[in-house]
């Protein structure tokens, strides 16, 4: 089976965030369980769309649905590593984009994860995939479009 590789241009990073993990968030194998590194990058994401004055819902009822995720793991964490999440945004389209997601432990420089979660924006009144907003777009004019 291939394997998936995530590689992203450094230059797409935008924002970054410590977590910490917690006892809780350990798994039999005595490391970061899938489920909370998932938990994780969701808590990341929530930081990210804040920190650039996205709301989970707008008025007219618009906001983001993740559509995907994708990751990778490189090496282990272990109860109470700070880790870094560094956020960025790629290959925007009419409807959504890419968020990416580089997690190191900064203690001893080890990359641990690599994360792609897409996104379209959906009006949940309507219950339907809506275009992306203008002022959403210009908010990341560093980002590519594809078509």
Not at 61 to 68: A, L
Request: hydrophobic fraction near 40%.
């Amino acid at each position: 089976m291939a394997r998936l590789k995530l590689e992203f241009p450094e230059d797409q990073y935008c924002y970054s965030s410590q977590l910490t993990v917690r006892t809780t968030d350990i798994n039999a194998g005595n490391h970061l369980g899938n489920d909370s590194m998932i938990s994780m990058i969701s808590e990341a994401r929530a930081r990210f769309l804040f920190e650039y004055g996205v709301r989970d819902i707008e008025a007219d009822g618009t906001g983001i649905i993740v559509t995907d995720l994708a990751t990778t793991y490189r090496a282990e964490a272990h109860a109470r590593d700070q880790l870094l999440f560094e956020v960025g945004v790629m290959d925007f389209n009419k409807y959504g984009g890419d968020i990416t997601f580089r997690i190191t432990r900064p203690r001893d420089s080890t990359l641990i994860a690599m994360a792609k979660s897409g996104f379209v924006f959906f009006n949940y009144k309507l219950s339907q995939v809506v275009p992306m907003p203008e002022d959403f777009g210009s908010k990341f004019p560093q980002v590519n479009w594809i078509d």
